[in-house]
């Protein structure tokens, strides 16, 4: 009998190294902006289950001038993202004429307790998280759910005495990602996904997300 998966997610990573970048003092501006409000968070009231995120993050309001302006082309970051991005984008089957920007969507801080709820990154193609400053000893995993919904939880949760659901992709209902400090990774941009209040500690876990469109060569999202 031949099984084929389908609805596979594809997830890309890749290592950022660190000498090509101001690591140091980029986390020292944001951990500065972190000093100031903790609770940085002008993006949700809620989300689709009415648990607005306790987080700090700079998304819609970058413009807040209590707060460092973080340009990550000043901290080389842009630059080095854009290598990876590059990389990427070659490993997609395209067709035709194509044209792809990408650009920075936040930075996101969470210690203790702090968490940020389920969301996705549409409309973009693609979205990223470079884990710049993080843990897997201590710091919350970048949590996936499953594309299909909580059929999967159905089969592998509530009838657990007739499914082994250990290697079975699709009866997981979502997927904690644990990655190396340094590393870079692209999914889906419809893919919900979430940082739960799982810090062990007060020392911060911070990340870096940026958007990917790709669209027809005349055709711009990011300029």
Same mark, same amino acid.
């Given at each position: 009998?031949?099984? %084929? ?11 950022? @190294?660190?000498?090509? =970048?101001? %690591? ?7 951990? #500065? ?7 940085? @968070?002008?993006? $949700?009231?809620? $989300? ?13 309001? $970058? ?7 973080? /340009? ?10 854009? %290598?990876?991005?590059?990389?990427? =984008? ?27 709820? #389920? ?5 973009? /193609? ?49 997927? /904690? ?16 996904? #979430? ?19 790709? /669209?027809?060569?005349? %055709?711009?999202?990011?300029?």
């Amino acid at each position: 009998m031949a099984i %084929k998966k389908l609805f596979a997610t594809p997830i890309w990573s890749e290592k950022i @190294n660190f000498k090509e =970048i101001q %690591k140091d003092k980029l986390i020292k501006d944001i951990l #500065s902006n972190y000093k100031k409000d903790k609770y940085r @968070n002008k993006w $949700d009231s809620f $989300d689709q289950n009415g648990t607005p995120s306790i987080t700090h993050l700079s998304y819609r309001d $970058d413009c807040n001038t209590n707060f460092i302006n973080i /340009d990550y082309k000043k901290y080389g970051l842009q630059k080095a993202i854009d %290598k990876k991005i590059k990389k990427f =984008i070659k490993t997609l089957p395209l067709k035709g004429d194509i044209n792809y920007e990408w650009g920075f969507s936040t930075y996101h801080v969470t210690t203790k307790n702090q968490f940020m709820s #389920s969301h996705h990154h549409l409309p973009a /193609d693609f979205t990223s998280v470079f884990f710049i400053k993080y843990d897997k000893k201590i710091h919350a995993p970048l949590t996936l759910n499953a594309p299909y919904g909580d059929i999967g939880l159905y089969i592998g949760m509530i009838r657990p005495a007739l499914f082994n659901n250990a290697n079975l992709d699709y009866l997981k209902g979502h997927e /904690d990602i644990y990655p190396e400090e340094g590393e870079y990774v692209i999914f889906p941009a419809h893919i919900l996904h #979430s940082v739960k209040a799982l810090n062990k500690t007060n020392e911060p876990r911070i990340t870096i997300s940026a958007n990917i469109k790709i /669209d027809s060569v005349n %055709k711009t999202h990011y300029k």
